[in-house]
């Protein structure tokens, strides 16, 4: 059964960039498409982007000017960088793989990122 | 964000039956992408009860059953329990976002 596990700073401050890794345990990261969703406090879910092992990446339109991702196959690692965060980009961040049919199928527990001075 | 459509709350009685509908456009699920559902209880991570339109994962009680038609879906819980209280998300794919899109959320209590 394949886990993931977020790690990174709980408290990133405003105009900063919020970095986060996911590490990805019981399986492989190939062949498969990986994605980062968040959560603010009290709200639904949001899509903020996916990577193929790849390296392909998409987007979400409203963060792309913000938003990369990245991933290590060598370490079964992908990570999120977004940057020039403000208040309004505190969540829990989680990752996610993605299997076929766009199914999110295993998530991560997720990580509360704050965003404040 | 959001882009698919969902009820903010339904309740009803042990025992009873509630329907959740969520309710897209011709880019996600009128374009024939699946719908899945999730539920997130308090503090958790959210979790597939729900795949590829009307598919249980092993474990997933048969109470829960899907369905979609056009441009929506619907998730319907039968026999309803206190167990079954529980924040529930439709999710699917847009082909105009290039990227998942998930409902609003619904709130289901059990009275």
């Known amino acids: 059964q394949v886990q993931l596990q977020e790690s990174g700073p709980g408290l990133v401050k405003p105009s900063e960039t919020l970095s986060l890794t996911c590490t990805v345990s019981?399986?492989?990261?190939?062949?498969?498409?990986w994605t980062w969703i968040r959560q603010p406090p009290g709200e639904g879910l949001q899509y903020i982007g996916d990577i193929y092992y790849t390296g392909n990446t998409n987007y979400h339109p409203s963060l792309k000017s913000r938003v990369s991702m990245s991933v290590d196959t060598s370490k079964n690692q992908f990570s999120l960088k977004l940057n020039s965060v403000t208040a309004a980009d505190t969540a829990i961040y989680y990752c996610v793989r993605v299997e076929s049919g766009g199914l999110l199928d295993s998530w991560g527990q997720g990580t509360l990122v704050t965003v404040s001075s | 964000q959001p882009v698919l459509t969902q009820p903010p709350s339904v309740s009803g009685a042990p025992g009873r039956r509630v329907t959740i509908s969520c309710t897209g456009r011709s880019s996600n699920i009128g374009a024939g992408y699946d719908v899945n559902w999730y539920r997130q209880l308090p503090g958790a991570a959210p979790k597939v009860i729900i795949y590829g339109n009307t598919n249980r994962p092993s474990g997933v009680p048969d109470r829960f059953s899907g369905s979609k038609s056009g441009t929506s879906a619907s998730l319907a819980i039968t026999g309803l329990q206190a167990e079954d209280e529980a924040d529930y998300y439709c999710q699917s794919y847009d082909s105009s976002l290039s990227g998942y899109v998930f409902g609003t959320g619904t709130k289901v209590t059990v009275l």
């Open positions: 019981g399986g492989s990261i190939s062949p498969y498409y």
